[in-house]
């Protein structure tokens, strides 16, 4: 080697192995940083997500309401409630 002294060689050699290890710290470290961002964003676009499809829920609840289906189909429809004597049985339509 460049250092005559075993010594001197050993420091050398440690010292540059702690060097390295800072380097390859600090490389980790920022992966981590960059890790974790991703981790939140994602953290948030679950939360939007889950609040979209709550109020999704909440609308098809709102809007498959029986009550309002059957307004609706009255007032635009013009359809009534059935009653029975107007329901027929399939036999009804066999010819004998």
Request: proline share 0%; glycine share 4%; no cysteine.
């Given at each position: 080697?460049i250092?005559k002294?075993k010594?001197?060689?050993?420091?050398?050699?440690v010292?540059?192995?702690f060097?390295?290890?800072?380097?390859?710290?600090?490389?980790?470290?920022?992966?981590v940083?960059?890790?974790?961002k991703?981790?939140?964003?994602?953290?948030?676009?679950?939360?939007?997500?889950?609040?979209?499809?709550?109020?999704?829920?909440s609308?098809?609840?709102?809007?498959?309401?029986?009550?309002?289906?059957s307004?609706?189909a009255?007032?635009?429809l013009?359809?009534?409630?059935t009653?029975?004597?107007q329901i027929k049985?399939?036999?009804?339509?066999?010819?004998?």
């Amino acid at each position: 080697m460049i250092f005559k002294h075993k010594r001197t060689q050993a420091l050398f050699l440690v010292i540059s192995f702690f060097f390295l290890l800072l380097v390859i710290l600090s490389g980790l470290r920022n992966g981590v940083k960059d890790l974790n961002k991703e981790l939140s964003q994602i953290k948030k676009e679950i939360i939007k997500e889950q609040n979209i499809t709550k109020v999704l829920k909440s609308d098809f609840t709102n809007l498959s309401n029986s009550s309002r289906i059957s307004k609706i189909a009255k007032e635009k429809l013009g359809l009534q409630r059935t009653n029975s004597y107007q329901i027929k049985k399939l036999s009804d339509f066999y010819i004998n």
